[in-house]
């Protein structure tokens, strides 16, 4: 091979490599598409009892007064969309997430964690209860925290919410009825 054509190659390549990573970088950068939440200012003890309205591209909902912003991810086209989590601000250690997804192909039974919750019936137990959405299935823990997990499918995605406490089961109860009760998908 002469001298040109190993120069050449090794050029080619090396734009093939530069290539490659620029697109995938440009596919795992962060959207421009973000979650609107106002969130009132953590010195005003007044307003921090107040709830935290979420507008996102899939749906809108409100975090029950007491529960504030911990992280939030969004990645529209993946199989997780949007990825919310929320605590308490007092000493009740209530926890709250919620997941909007792509609702696979044999519904909610593609989701892990929702067959994880059918199989173990010795640590969950399926549940109804009032302002249940039509369609959704709900979960309750038998042991430890006291957790509540709702599978709410809508059109081609689904909401994992899931609300839990460690000390007080009426916190993860309130929580969640809060966020159902004012969920409106888009």
Same mark, same amino acid.
């Given at each position: 091979?002469?001298?040109?054509?190993?120069?050449?190659?090794?050029?080619?390549?090396?734009?093939?490599?530069?290539?490659?990573?620029?697109?995938?970088?440009?596919?795992?950068?962060?959207?421009?598409?973000?979650?609107?939440?106002?969130?009132?200012?953590?010195?005003?003890?007044?307003?921090?009892?107040?709830?935290?309205?979420?507008?996102?591209?899939?749906?809108?909902?409100?975090?029950?007064?007491?529960?504030?912003?911990?992280?939030?991810?969004?990645?529209?086209?993946?199989?997780?969309?949007?990825?919310?989590?929320?605590?308490?601000?007092?000493?009740?250690? @209530?926890?709250?997430? #919620? /997941? &909007?997804?792509?609702?696979?192909?044999?519904?909610?039974?593609? *989701? =892990?964690?929702? +067959?994880?919750?059918?199989?173990?019936?010795?640590?969950?137990?399926?549940?109804?209860?009032?302002?249940?959405?039509?369609?959704?299935?709900?979960?309750?823990?038998?042991? @430890?925290?006291?957790? #509540? /997990? &709702?599978?709410?499918?809508?059109?081609?995605?689904?909401?994992? *919410? =899931?609300?839990? +406490?460690?000390?007080?089961?009426?916190?993860?109860?309130?929580?969640?009825?809060?966020?159902?009760?004012?969920?409106?998908?888009?």
């Amino acid at each position: 091979m002469t001298r040109k054509l190993k120069i050449l190659v090794i050029g080619a390549f090396a734009l093939l490599i530069m290539c490659g990573l620029g697109v995938y970088f440009w596919m795992n950068q962060p959207v421009g598409a973000k979650i609107k939440i106002r969130q009132p200012a953590d010195n005003i003890k007044a307003e921090v009892d107040q709830a935290i309205p979420i507008d996102t591209a899939y749906f809108s909902t409100t975090l029950p007064p007491g529960f504030k912003i911990k992280s939030q991810v969004e990645k529209p086209g993946g199989p997780q969309m949007i990825q919310i989590f929320s605590s308490s601000t007092n000493n009740a250690d @209530g926890q709250l997430a #919620i /997941t &909007v997804g792509a609702l696979p192909s044999d519904g909610l039974s593609g *989701i =892990s964690d929702f +067959s994880y919750r059918q199989r173990n019936t010795d640590l969950y137990i399926n549940m109804q209860f009032a302002g249940l959405p039509a369609g959704a299935s709900s979960f309750s823990s038998k042991k @430890g925290d006291n957790e #509540i /997990t &709702v599978f709410w499918p809508h059109a081609a995605m689904y909401a994992m *919410i =899931s609300a839990s +406490s460690s000390g007080h089961k009426t916190i993860a109860n309130s929580a969640m009825e809060a966020v159902i009760g004012q969920w409106n998908w888009k």
